[in-house]
Structures are given as C-alpha cells and as structure tokens.
C-alpha cells in the first residue's frame, strides 16, 4: 500500500511538470520564456532590426543618424496581423521592368498571388521574385504593400514584407515583420515602388512606423 500510494504521487509531479510545459519555452540559457510563441517572434525581429540598424557594417542609416540611434519605432506586437494566405501560383508570368526610386529598374516576374482575410475583409497581393537573385538566396519572396497607414503613422510609399518559397500552397504572411525601404534612411539606396495593385483598403497597424530623423 506504501509503494501504492508513492507512486501515485510521483505520477502526480511527473503530470504537473509536463503540463507546464506545454505553456513555456525554456531557452538555452535556461530561462523561461512566458511569452507567446506568435509575441515573442515578433520581438525577436525587431530586436535583430534593431542591432542591424545600430551596426555601422549593416547600418542604412548615414552616421549622423546612426550615432545617437537608440532604436526604430515599431507598432505592438499583434498576432491578429499574421495571417495564413492561400498562395496560387503563376508560372506563366511574363518578367517586367519594376520602377525604383531611382533610374534603376529593378527585374521582377509575379510568383503568386496571396488571398487572405483580415480586418473582416478579403485581400489579394502580388508576390514577386527577381530572375535575377545570387545563389543561396533563391527562395527569397518580395512582397511590397500599401495600406491606409501610410503618410500617417507609416512611410507614405508603403512598406516591405520578406518571404520564402512554401512547400505547399498556403504562405503565412505577418504584417508584423513590415519594415521601410532603406532609401527612406537614405537617398544613396535604390528601392522599388510599390505598385499601385498591391494596396491594402485598410490600416495595417503593425510592423514598422514612419522614421523620425533627429537633427
């Protein structure tokens, strides 16, 4: 009956132990982790946006900016703006000519088109992939949007989202990870423009604000 009544409550520690679990992430240097899995990505890239921004090796921004950077303005974390968009494909797409902020033109063919909901309404965005792209990088997706945030609270030539080629034909798209054209931080970067299809007839409250340069 001794042995009965020890193993079920060691049955009991093992159980509580393992449930926990399921709601916390333990990280390598043996902290833990209560943020939500969605929260704490979103976290993590803008702090990694942050340190590339701050280090002169990987810095858009000229020196005189970069020298009292303490970080860019982001909107709170919210995983209502990461979607699952079904992806249709179109290998028939003709390459064109991309305009940029220069004279440059930048090499695109349309991938796929994303259909997803959000904010109660059905969208569908242009998703491009250059001919062109280096090797180790050819899964690299280009996805530029507009939205009715933009000359507010956001850049007013709308913003970028990276991506990769899915395996399947669903694509997780999270407006969280929107970020500016470099040439917003400066004029020395080509950037493409946003083309006018793929414009959002909402407020995408997420991601990357406009810039505020500091005199």
């Known amino acids: 009956m001794r042995?009965?009544?020890?193993?079920?409550?060691?049955?009991?520690?093992?159980?509580?132990?393992?449930?926990?679990?399921?709601?916390?992430?333990?990280?390598?240097?043996?902290?833990?982790?209560?943020?939500?899995?969605?929260?704490?990505?979103?976290?993590?890239?803008?702090?990694?946006?942050?340190?590339?921004?701050?280090?002169?090796?990987?810095?858009?921004?000229?020196?005189?900016?970069?020298?009292?950077?303490?970080?860019?303005?982001?909107?709170?974390?919210?995983?209502?703006?990461?979607?699952?968009?079904?992806?249709?494909?179109?290998?028939?797409?003709?390459?064109f000519m991309m305009p940029t902020t220069t004279d440059r033109k930048s090499a695109?063919?349309?991938?796929?088109?994303?259909?997803?909901?959000?904010?109660?309404?059905?969208?569908?965005?242009?998703?491009?992939?250059?001919?062109?792209?280096?090797?180790g990088v050819e899964d690299y997706l280009f996805l530029p949007f507009l939205d009715a945030t933009n000359g507010n609270s956001t850049y007013g030539g709308g913003r970028y989202i990276d991506l990769s080629v899915p395996r399947g034909d669903s694509l997780i798209i999270d407006f969280n990870k929107a970020y500016n054209p470099y040439c917003v931080y400066n004029p020395k970067y080509s950037c493409p423009i946003v083309p006018r299809v793929n414009t959002l007839d909402t407020k995408i409250r997420a991601g990357m604000k406009t810039f505020q340069k500091e005199e």
Request: hydrophobic share 35%; proline share 7%.
């Open 3 to 95: 042995y009965l009544l020890l193993f079920l409550i060691l049955t009991i520690v093992v159980l509580g132990c393992s449930d926990k679990k399921k709601y916390h992430d333990v990280d390598k240097q043996g902290k833990v982790d209560t943020q939500p899995r969605g929260i704490a990505e979103i976290l993590r890239f803008q702090k990694e946006t942050n340190a590339k921004f701050k280090d002169p090796e990987t810095s858009p921004l000229p020196d005189r900016y970069r020298k009292d950077f303490e970080g860019l303005n982001f909107f709170e974390p919210d995983t209502n703006y990461r979607v699952v968009a079904k992806l249709e494909r179109t290998p028939d797409a003709v390459p």
């Open 108 to 135: 695109e063919v349309v991938y796929g088109l994303a259909h997803f909901s959000l904010n109660g309404q059905h969208f569908r965005l242009e998703i491009y992939r250059s001919p062109e792209l280096d090797s």
